[in-house]
């Protein structure tokens, strides 16, 4: 079973582009969530999604950035207009059906390291 | 919703045990608590999880006092590859995420 899958690895837009990543979450997980970590800071939750619903956005930026999660395919994260405040690294993850409560095991991915020029 | 509060480094040698607390005040009643460990360059892993008392896997115990206040993390009898960050996230039961910002350990010889 291949783990949580992000590409690309490494990422270099210049100011101004666009930026897609992608996201394929582990066979037969359901749930998908992004997150942003800045060089030498902590991780900071962006977006929770579900198959075509986004369950939390509350930690995305209200310009710019966009996240799917369609019916077939991977999560896309995308980042319009990149600035150079947007160099990070940006991780997925993904975790099976909650099935109660609280209880949620994510497993992450290698992450992308985007860099803007 | 609660917030997650733990220290923001810790020092420590090898062959000692550590223990990382992690404060959430407002956890309500539904909610876990979960740990994680990330290395550098790498993507975060997850520990272990526990709702009360305590939970014991192969590489770590959890210890969650009745109020669910606080928790602790306990790695026994460390190494140096356990050098990381440890993260505390308090899962609500209703998908809220609360991630608190993370504890550099750091293991001397």
């Known amino acids: 079973n291949a783990g949580v899958m992000q590409n690309p690895r490494h990422l270099v837009r210049r100011r101004g582009q666009e930026a897609r990543l992608r996201c394929s979450p582990m066979k037969g997980h359901s749930h998908v969530y992004w997150y942003r970590q800045l060089p030498e800071e902590g991780l900071k939750f962006m977006v929770y999604?579900?198959?075509?619903?986004?369950?939390?956005e509350s930690g995305m930026p209200k310009e710019r950035f966009s996240a799917e999660f369609p019916k077939e395919g991977p999560s896309i994260l995308r980042i319009q207009q990149v600035v150079r405040g947007d160099s990070a690294a940006y991780f997925c993850?993904?975790?099976?059906?909650?099935?109660?409560?609280?209880?949620?095991?994510?497993?992450f991915g290698p992450g992308t390291r985007l860099t803007v020029l | 919703l609660a917030k997650t509060t733990q220290p923001i480094s810790m020092d420590s040698y090898e062959g000692q045990e550590v223990n990382i607390t992690c404060s959430h005040n407002?956890?309500?009643?539904?909610?876990?608590i979960t740990w994680y460990q990330q290395f550098p360059s790498q993507g975060p892993r997850f520990i272990i999880q526990?709702?009360?008392?305590?939970v014991t896997n192969e590489v770590a115990s959890l210890f969650i006092p009745a109020d669910r206040k606080s928790s602790t993390l306990s790695l026994p009898r460390v190494s140096l590859s356990d050098t990381a960050v440890y993260y505390c996230?308090?899962?609500?039961?209703?998908?809220?995420?609360?991630w608190g910002a993370g504890t550099k350990l750091i293991i001397k010889p």
């Open positions: 993850a993904s975790s099976p059906e909650v099935t109660g409560g609280g209880y949620n095991e994510q497993f």
């Open positions: 407002n956890i309500a009643t539904n909610d876990y």
């Open positions: 996230l308090v899962v609500s039961g209703n998908y809220q995420l609360i």
């Open positions: 526990g709702y009360k008392t305590k």
């Open positions: 999604l579900q198959k075509e619903n986004i369950i939390d």
